[in-house]
């Protein structure tokens, strides 16, 4: 019989909720240890599922979704000034209801981290045949390394914290969006840029959700329970021109509801999806592409030359990817240029492979790095 110490320590590498549960639930004795360390455990297994610096991440979401509601412009203000000076994650062990959230946290973008690498991936392979880059496929479609992982992790935390915030004023005539803009000054470029991929990536995906509750009307007409669930946004007719319009603004509005609330969108299906989008399609500003739009038009050139013989040969060439550099897709696509504007609602260009999250060696394989 082991030892409860053992037990600890074996509990302590979880590496995923999953695996955690299904121990405890073969062992009552597994159990029991856990019961009388339960926050232990828990600050061990959400560190786990949050490596390195992207813990901090998570810890900043986690308190982000424990502000009191409804939020007010004071209390997001207050917390944008204020959350990178919070050194309260370096705590041995967490408070339960932190390290719970951050589990929770954790479960759910690993599900968006697959599923924003499978619609990267598909891009990414388009691309090759419509450009006719040379690419390795093999090397191509190899499983996510620790640091992609990590950037899209990285990534996904920040987007979800910045939706918490910009959400505060939802339906106020109070200038609010520049609460965006204050989030994101915290933030490099390229990091920023990782946000950006993500917010085009729900716009993509959202995209495909409209267009299948369309097609579903079409097939279904004239359904009663179609018209039970009601045609329309606002005072505009579902299948009319003006508020296709608007769609992106209702894609905006639904970003900020939360990681879980969109995976329930994207996962849905029939009757079911089209009542979830019709529910809560508000048109409102478009909170993100305000807060990508102003002030980061411009890359600090003086932040890319220590990097850039590692993309365009030298002693460097192609140095070991690191969480904390700037990513070689981002390199590239502004070796010698200013960035482009974030503001561009789109869903075509370098977002849609998720440039800045890959490694060099899947940018290599790629072929891009061959392409100016």
């Known amino acids: 019989m082991l030892q409860p110490e053992l037990q600890l320590t074996i509990m302590r590498y979880a590496c995923s909720t999953k695996s955690l549960f299904a ?6 004795r597994f159990y029991q240890v856990f019961r009388s360390r339960r926050d232990y455990v828990l600050t061990e297994l959400a560190r786990n599922l949050f490596p390195g610096s ?16 409804p939020l007010t412009r004071e209390i997001s203000d ?15 062990v967490l408070p339960l209801s932190i390290s719970t959230s951050i589990c929770q946290l954790g479960q759910l973008i690993d599900w968006f981290v697959q599923d924003f690498w499978n619609d990267c991936l598909a891009n990414l392979k388009r691309l090759g045949e419509y450009a006719g880059l040379r690419q390795d496929m093999q090397a191509l479609e190899l499983p996510l390394s620790a640091v992609e992982k990590a950037r899209i992790q990285r990534a996904f935390c920040r987007f979800e914290t910045m939706g918490l915030l910009v959400a505060a004023l939802k339906g106020k005539d109070d200038p609010y969006l520049d609460q965006g ?3 994101l000054s915290h933030y490099p470029d390229d990091d920023i840029e990782g946000m950006a991929c993500v917010r085009d990536y729900f716009a993509r995906r959202l995209s495909g959700v409209f267009e299948a509750i369309e097609e579903d009307a079409m097939r279904a007409k004239p359904s009663a329970a179609i018209r039970r669930l009601g045609q329309s946004f606002g005072e ?12 992106p603004d209702y894609m905006e509005n639904m970003m900020t509801l939360g990681l879980p609330f969109l995976r329930e969108v994207l996962e849905s299906r029939g009757l079911h999806r089209a009542a979830l989008v019709m529910a809560t399609s508000a048109r409102t500003p478009r909170r993100f592409t305000h807060a990508f739009s102003s002030g980061h038009d411009e890359v600090d050139q003086n932040y890319l030359p220590p990097y850039q013989s590692g993309i365009y ?5 192609f ?19 200013l960035a482009k504007s974030y503001n561009r609602w789109t869903r075509k260009g370098f977002r849609d492979w998720g440039y800045v999250m890959i490694d060099s060696q899947r940018l290599k394989a790629a072929g891009v790095l061959e392409r100016e």
């Open 181 to 183: 803009q204050a989030f």
């Open 319 to 337: 140095r070991d990817d690191s969480l904390e550099d700037c990513s070689h897709g981002w390199l590239w696509a502004n070796y010698g240029k």
């Open 313 to 317: 040969g030298g002693e460097h060439e």
């Open 236 to 247: 505009h007719d579902w299948f009319s021109r003006v508020p296709k319009l608007f769609q």
């Open 23 to 28: 121990l405890l639930k073969a062992s009552p």
């Open 78 to 92: 207050d917390f944008i000034d204020n959350f990178t000076r919070d050194n309260q994650h370096e705590q041995p």
């Open 54 to 69: 992207v813990f901090v991440d998570a810890w900043d979401t986690a308190k982000a979704l424990q502000l009191p509601q």
